[in-house]
């Protein structure tokens, strides 16, 4: 007992929780196997309850040598009080090398403040970030539509969808009266065999996919007609830009990148397997595939100047885009490789048992550990950011809660037998609200099922939008309508990982969840009798037949434009009511055909298809009204 005592003192020391209430509202008991894998990965030197005692006190110790701590937040600039030794020197170096005038407040960014005095030296970053997240405007209202770019299809599209295919559909959008676009994550993936499609298992979170470039009409190919092909789309881009010199200015980490896709061309995708010099993060010559290696820097050069002087003709014509910055990063990729320091080996991100997936989740990336990552003063997470606010006007954080906590999950070990460890949530908002104001990019926090209190009160406080489903109310209550979205939240009818409007209502998912093991037969009558009243109760609300899903999807986009949300977001396939989700939750590619199915509908037909108008300009009207 008193091994165990220790063991549950030291994951408390490390933020790590030895219970939790799972999402089926049963109080969990954290085992001591899962405590002390948790703890090892976070750096202890515990390997049983034995060691937990001297773990502690090891830990403990290295605590109390922390004059300051690695980052420190200067809100609007303001340093906080620090308790430091005596005669102790201060210096702050500014981001950029200027001087700091004496007691004025720091300017926005990412400083270094330096403490010394006779017998040690102390360092810690300091970010000095706004309190809240940049906004256009307190009392814009406006909508837009979100879309997988990669299953954009026109009469000049290639295999998938690429940046000319989203410039069209934007152009289109802000002639109906919108201004936003919302896509998945243009996040490059593994685009040679074995496949890997889903954009929210990128390669990096630090550059863009090959096969969003605007190849032009010398390089079109017919859409493929039921199965977006990614191998056949890396072929094209491979086509199009053979014999493209490399550029010679290209910056450290992109020639990094450039050589890790090369180093995995010649040994293999799982970069754990390599050895030598190659494993730890140089790769010598000879583990380079030249030709591999030239081929990334040609596809990002030109990627990143496609996307500049897209932004450019976009904030011109008054139209934003909308991005995803994915939760996690493949476990094969660029920046568990390059940043191995930085990232839980052996440990998997997930979710414990909920209502969706009684047996719990796991996502298959590695969690970044939080102590490494104030180390470094949140570096990586401030590029992943950075990479993407740069060019969006709206930047969607998925999972939104992962700034308080992750659900951990040992390899090897049942899904509900992780647990969750805490994440230094000030400083990565602080994080967050610096990059949006650098970049004029507004936030929302995808703040979908467990939501922590601390998330809730954090949101408005760093006004960064939450998200208000429609697919997600209540509506078989026939006493009590859910209240409708408010000034503090996006709203949606639903998002890629629910099903799309026609299909809730038809409840065609819940045939998918039981062919894929995700729902039990003997739960499809429960699970089926909720849906159809969900159903009946939101055609009840709207005074319209279910059977009549087009003019039903239409009162509820004017419900929600009638309400105070400042984005309304329908998902581009609902306007012409698709009865498949673009992803099922919880599957794989092999047992479902995630992200992998082209739009039903033309860009071509959607423009001139007058059911499609007449849904967008109720929208447009119930905004403006």
């Known amino acids: 007992m ?22 089926l509202a049963r109080p969990v008991t954290v085992g001591p196997e899962t405590l002390i894998r948790v703890c090892a990965a976070l750096g202890a030197p515990v390997t049983s309850p034995a060691d937990a005692g001297a773990a502690l006190a090891a830990v403990q110790a290295a605590a109390r040598e922390e004059v300051v701590p690695p980052v420190i937040i200067a809100w609007d600039g303001e340093l906080p009080a620090l308790a430091l030794p005596p005669e102790a020197r201060v210096e702050i170096r500014l981001e950029g090398g200027a001087p700091t005038p004496p007691g004025a407040p720091l300017p926005p960014g990412y400083h270094r403040l330096e403490v010394e005095n006779s017998a040690r030296r102390w360092s810690a970053a300091v970010i000095s970030a706004p309190t809240a997240a940049w906004r256009r405007g307190e009392r814009s209202r406006s909508f837009g539509v979100g879309t997988h770019l990669a299953a954009l299809r026109s009469s000049r599209s ?63 190919s017919a859409p493929a007609p039921d199965r977006l092909d990614v191998l056949r789309a890396g072929a094209e881009v491979r086509s199009a830009l053979a014999g493209v010199a490399a550029p010679a200015d290209a910056d450290p980490e992109l020639r990094r990148y ?43 050069t030109l ?18 885009l909308g991005l995803d910055l994915a939760v996690g990063v493949h476990p094969d990729g660029y920046d568990p490789w390059s940043r191995q320091e930085l990232f839980g080996d052996g440990m998997s991100v997930g979710a414990p048992p909920d209502r969706g997936f009684p047996s719990g989740q796991d996502w298959g990336f590695a969690p970044v550990l939080p102590a490494a990552s104030r180390r470094e003063g949140h570096r990586y997470i401030a590029a992943s950011i950075g990479h993407q606010a740069e060019l969006a006007g709206v930047l969607r954080i998925d999972h939104i809660m992962a700034w ?21 949530a000030e400083e990565l908002f602080a994080v967050l609200t610096l990059e949006s104001h650098r970049h004029r990019c507004e936030i929302v926090g995808e703040n979908l099922g467990t939501v922590p209190p601390e998330i809730d009160e954090a949101l408005p ?45 038809a ?5 998918d969840r039981l062919r894929t093991g995700l729902l039990k037969p003997q739960a499809e009558a429960e699970v089926r009798d909720e849906r159809a009243r969900n159903a009946a109760g939101i055609a009840r609300r709207f005074d319209c037949p279910w059977e009549n899903p087009r003019e039903l999807l239409a ?55 007058a059911e499609i108008e007449g849904l967008i300009r109720r929208l447009a009207r119930s905004r403006a009204g």
């Open 555 to 609: 009162r509820v986009l004017e419900w929600l434009g009638r309400s105070e949300s400042p984005l309304v977001v329908p998902w581009l396939e609902d306007l012409w009511l698709e009865d498949r989700g673009v992803n099922l939750p919880g599957t794989t590619s092999a047992a479902h055909p995630n992200w992998q199915r082209p739009m039903r509908k033309l860009l071509d037909e959607v423009f001139t298809d």
């Open 2 to 23: 008193e091994d165990l005592g220790a063991l549950h003192a030291l994951a408390g020391e490390l933020g790590v929780r030895t219970s939790y209430v799972d999402g």
């Open 507 to 511: 409840g065609n998912d819940i045939g």
């Open 461 to 505: 406080k760093r006004k960064i939008w939450g998200m208000y489903l429609a697919e997600f109310q209540d509506w078989y209550k026939p006493d009590v309508d859910p209240a409708p979205p408010t000034a503090r939240d996006v709203a949606l009818v639903g998002t890629h990982d629910t099903p799309t409007f026609a299909g809730w209502l």
């Open 158 to 220: 290639r295999s998938v969808g690429d940046l000319a295919d989203l410039e069209s559909l934007c152009h289109w959008i802000r002639s109906r009266g919108g201004d936003l676009v919302t896509v998945l994550p243009l996040l490059p993936t593994f685009n040679a065999p074995p496949p890997e499609p889903s954009p929210y298992s990128p390669v990096s979170r630090l550059f863009w996919s090959e096969l969003i470039l605007d190849l032009g009409a010398g390089h079109r």
């Open 303 to 320: 990627a990143r100047k496609q996307i500049h002087d897209l932004r450019g003709r976009l904030d011109h014509a008054g139209m934003r």
């Open 404 to 424: 308080t906590r992750l659900y951990w999950i040992p390899h090897g070990m049942a899904l509900d037998q992780g647990t969750y460890v805490s994440y230094p």
């Open 258 to 300: 450039a050589r890790f896709r090369g180093a995995q061309a010649r040994l293999g995708r799982n970069w754990r397997d390599w050895a030598g010099p190659a494993r730890t993060g140089t790769p010598d010559p000879e583990d380079v595939d030249a030709e591999e290696e030239r081929f990334h820097l040609v596809a990002q």
